[in-house]
Structures are given as C-alpha cells and as structure tokens.
C-alpha cells in the first residue's frame, strides 16, 4: 500500500474495470503519483526504470517464438 512520506495519505492500489476505461488512467495515474511524489529526483528515475526493464521483459516473454 502505497504511503505518502511527507502528507503521510496511504492511497489503495487502484482496482481496473475489465474494459480498461478512460477513468482507469486516471486511476492508474493518480495511484503513480502518490507513488512517486515524495521521492528525490535519482529515485524516481530508478523506479521507472526498474519498472520499464519488467515490463519489457515480461513483453518479451509473450512474444510468440520463431521457429
């Protein structure tokens, strides 16, 4: 659960609709921003760029195989 260091709001992970809405973004969104607001500059970059590399890699891994 993310948690804010300097307001101290604790924010619940956003729950998405199946169809993947407008509103979702701005779910997903807000929920990225408490997660990074209070972090310094070199921490947020490390944190998106962790997440980037998952992702990635998770999209590699659905990739269909060549034969």
Known sequence: MPYSRRSGIIMEKPILSP???VDDIHKLREYNYY???DMEPQ???SYYYERGR???????ERKPQKM
Do not use: H, N
């Not at 998952?54 to 590699?60: G, P, Q, T, Y």
């Open 19 to 21: 169809d993947f809405t």
């Open 35 to 37: 997660l990074t607001k």
């Open 43 to 45: 921490e947020r970059r």
């Open 54 to 60: 998952a992702f990635l890699k998770e999209m590699e």
